[in-house]
């Protein structure tokens, strides 16, 4: 008479390997908690970033292959996450998908240059700035942007943006919050001031104004704080300005400073003042 063994059934390795672990109770549990820590949701996290590995948590569970215990590692959006919510912080998540490197058009040899030298900028992962001057319409806020959203993200570093204008406004209308604001500015690990002394040409710069942008490039300018700099003038306006902070700009910048001005009539020129 045969005789029936368990041993004798064809299971598949994978089932037999299942059958092992529900054995070791010790393993079991520990596969489960990895499972249900897996399964818990955070939620949108104001980031954008969807992860259905981690949901939203940043973390991912999984046994360890050294030992009977649970580990938990963080996921591959953890990058991407952070800094989406440090774009978020200073105002510029929405702008950051428009405004990237890949959507920036070069329509001549200029704007040609210019994507180079902020991808160079880039590369150069130091405390340089990044300056752009000269005529509006050569596409110096979209790189300035792009620049600053890549530094944000390779550095990790958190960023503020100061649109000039509107920044000079709500200090003045705040002068005794004024001090705070401008440290967040002076002190940022990486800043980005757009439209420097953009303004009516035919007004004079006031004092204050002048006073104000010594005081945050220069306090920058000591610190040696990697800065993003994008102004309607051009460098030899800046000089006529205030020489000590067109100093400061040429002397943090290096070979990273493009001055754009308009040939009569049609295209752009283009010169490093470094
Ligand atoms: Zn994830």
Same mark, same amino acid.
């Given at each position: 008479?045969?005789?029936?063994?368990?041993?004798?059934?064809?299971?598949?390795?994978?089932?037999?390997?299942?059958?092992?672990?529900?054995?070791?109770?010790?393993?079991?549990?520990?596969?489960?908690?990895?499972?249900?820590?897996?399964?818990?949701?955070?939620?949108?996290?104001?980031?954008?970033?969807?992860?259905?590995?981690?949901?939203?948590?940043?973390?991912?569970?999984?046994?360890?292959?050294?030992?009977?215990?649970?580990?938990?590692?963080?996921?591959?959006?953890?990058?991407?996450?952070?800094?989406?919510? *440090? #774009?978020?912080?200073?105002? !510029? /998540?929405?702008?950051?998908? @428009?405004?990237?490197?890949? %959507?920036?058009?070069?329509?001549? &040899?200029?704007?040609?240059?210019?994507?180079?030298?902020?991808?160079?900028?880039?590369?150069?992962?130091?405390?340089?700035?990044?300056?752009?001057?000269?005529?509006?319409?050569?596409?110096?806020?979209?790189?300035?942007?792009?620049?600053?959203?890549?530094?944000?993200?390779?550095? *990790? #570093?958190?960023?503020?943006? !100061? /649109?000039?204008?509107?920044? @000079?406004?709500?200090?003045? %209308?705040?002068?005794?919050?004024? &001090?705070?604001?401008?440290?967040?500015?002076?002190?940022?690990?990486?800043?980005?001031?757009?439209?420097?002394?953009?303004?009516?040409?035919?007004?004079?710069?006031?004092?204050?104004?002048?006073?104000?942008?010594?005081?945050?490039?220069?306090?920058?300018?000591?610190?040696?704080?990697?800065?993003?700099?994008?102004?309607?003038?051009?460098?030899?306006? @800046?000089?006529?300005?205030?020489?000590?902070?067109?100093?400061?700009?040429?002397?943090?910048?290096?070979?990273?400073?493009?001055?754009?001005?308009?040939?009569?009539?049609?295209?752009?020129?283009?010169?490093?003042?470094?």
């Amino acid at each position: 008479m045969d005789v029936f063994h368990f041993s004798d059934l064809a299971i598949p390795p994978e089932a037999r390997a299942r059958v092992a672990q529900v054995r070791d109770p010790a393993l079991w549990l520990l596969e489960n908690k990895a499972k249900s820590y897996n399964l818990l949701d955070q939620g949108p996290d104001g980031s954008g970033v969807d992860c259905p590995l981690c949901r939203n948590k940043g973390f991912v569970a999984e046994l360890d292959p050294e030992g009977p215990r649970m580990v938990v590692r963080p996921c591959a959006c953890r990058e991407r996450r952070r800094t989406a919510l *440090r #774009l978020k912080a200073c105002g !510029m /998540l929405d702008r950051a998908r @428009l405004l990237s490197f890949e %959507a920036f058009r070069t329509e001549n &040899p200029m704007q040609s240059r210019m994507k180079e030298l902020a991808l160079e900028w880039l590369e150069a992962q130091n405390e340089s700035w990044l300056v752009f001057c000269g005529q509006s319409g050569a596409g110096k806020t979209h790189l300035c942007t792009a620049a600053f959203v890549q530094a944000v993200s390779r550095r *990790r #570093l958190d960023g503020e943006y !100061m /649109l000039w204008g509107p920044a @000079l406004r709500e200090l003045r %209308a705040e002068p005794e919050a004024a &001090p705070r604001l401008l440290g967040r500015y002076k002190e940022a690990p990486l800043l980005y001031v757009d439209d420097l002394f953009k303004g009516r040409r035919d007004l004079p710069i006031s004092d204050w104004e002048l006073r104000l942008a010594f005081e945050l490039l220069d306090y920058r300018y000591g610190c040696k704080l990697p800065t993003i700099l994008s102004t309607e003038r051009s460098f030899p306006e @800046l000089v006529s300005l205030d020489e000590a902070i067109a100093g400061r700009l040429k002397e943090r910048c290096g070979r990273f400073l493009i001055n754009v001005t308009p040939e009569p009539g049609k295209n752009f020129r283009f010169r490093g003042e470094g």
